[in-house]
């Protein structure tokens, strides 16, 4: 499921402030990625990929922008299929520190550029995703687009931001649900955590997470929110089992939450993304808050 109409038809008007380079203009660099969020700055660059891991899941996590279909899959990150990358003959492997045992091997078969996002030391996640966007557009010779890019990114984020000014928007609560049991819930320094921060959001979750942005919770956990007002934001997929399980818990029921109109589900946004993945959620959850406003 893609954002809404009107949040597209936004991110539209602010691309056309500065146009999209086009596919097309791409030939000559035949780059490999092995995550996703790299993967989709160089779409936003102009520079599809050739390959990239884990493609089959794109859809479930990603969602968009969309994967041309020339794009192959490469395998999972950690299980690169080396045959099909020798048919690929990429000039560039893109990789993060999460592959760094993977490097030397890769190195073999091109030049590997590794970007950091996700680190001990690397505090806030968006600013770190701007600063790889750059540095990748150094590597791949798209500094222009890219900066055409972080424009209309911030663009966006800005108006979510004036959508929601002045409304009665609650704190909200983001998590994955694991089971009925647990869930992974997000704070700072994590991308969720800075989009709410830019777009005027409280984060109902105070505690601070591990560098990804997240900590594994059991559902009694959620009782320390403090928040009156609190909504609790839910991401597909959530395993087919856990809605209905939930309604009969005598745990669940004894939370705020479960009261009519305190959870929403979202469709999917990756939460160990980069900038595309920032504006995708941006869009979702100013949807969602400005119809509850």
Same mark, same amino acid.
């Given at each position: ?62 969602? /968009? ?33 999460? *592959? ?14 590794? +970007? $950091?996002?996700?680190?001990?030391? &690397? ?12 540095? *990748? ?7 222009? /687009? ?11 984020? /800005? ?6 000014? &002045? ?10 649900? !694991? ?35 997240? $900590? ?44 009519? &109109? ?7 946004? +990756?939460?160990?993304? !980069? ?19």
């Amino acid at each position: 499921m893609l954002v809404s109409r009107r949040a597209f038809l936004q991110y539209a008007a602010a691309t056309a402030v500065v146009p999209t380079p086009l596919f097309a203009g791409a030939a000559g660099q035949r780059i490999v990625s092995l995550d996703y969020g790299l993967a989709s700055t160089l779409l936003s660059l102009g520079l599809p990929p050739v390959g990239i891991s884990d493609l089959a899941d794109w859809g479930k996590w990603v969602v /968009e922008p969309a994967m041309p279909d020339s794009v192959v899959d490469i395998g999972s990150s950690f299980e690169v299929n080396f045959e099909i990358l020798v048919q690929l003959k990429p000039d560039i492997i893109l990789t993060t520190p999460y *592959l760094d045992e993977l490097s030397p091997k890769l190195q073999s078969y091109a030049k590997v550029v590794r +970007l $950091e996002i996700f680190t001990p030391d &690397g505090g806030p996640i968006l600013p770190a995703a701007i600063a790889a966007t750059r540095k *990748l557009a150094v590597e791949v010779g798209r500094q222009k /687009e890219a900066e055409e890019f972080l424009l209309r990114s911030d663009v966006f984020l /800005e108006k979510c931001r004036e959508r929601l000014a &002045g409304k009665n928007v609650p704190a909200v609560a983001l998590v994955n649900f !694991m089971d009925a049991r647990h869930a992974r819930i997000y704070s700072s320094p994590g991308l969720f955590h800075n989009v709410l921060e830019r777009i005027g959001v409280r984060n109902a979750w105070t505690r601070e997470s591990n560098y990804w942005g997240f $900590e594994t919770i059991g559902i009694e956990d959620l009782s320390k929110i403090t928040a009156p007002d609190a909504h609790l934001v839910a991401f597909d997929p959530v395993p087919p089992d856990v809605l209905p399980k939930l309604a009969d818990s005598p745990l669940w029921n004894r939370l705020s939450f479960a009261r009519p &109109g305190h959870l929403s589900v979202l469709p999917p946004a +990756l939460m160990f993304g !980069m900038v595309n993945e920032a504006i995708r959620f941006a869009g979702l959850l100013t949807d969602l808050l400005e119809r509850k406003a």
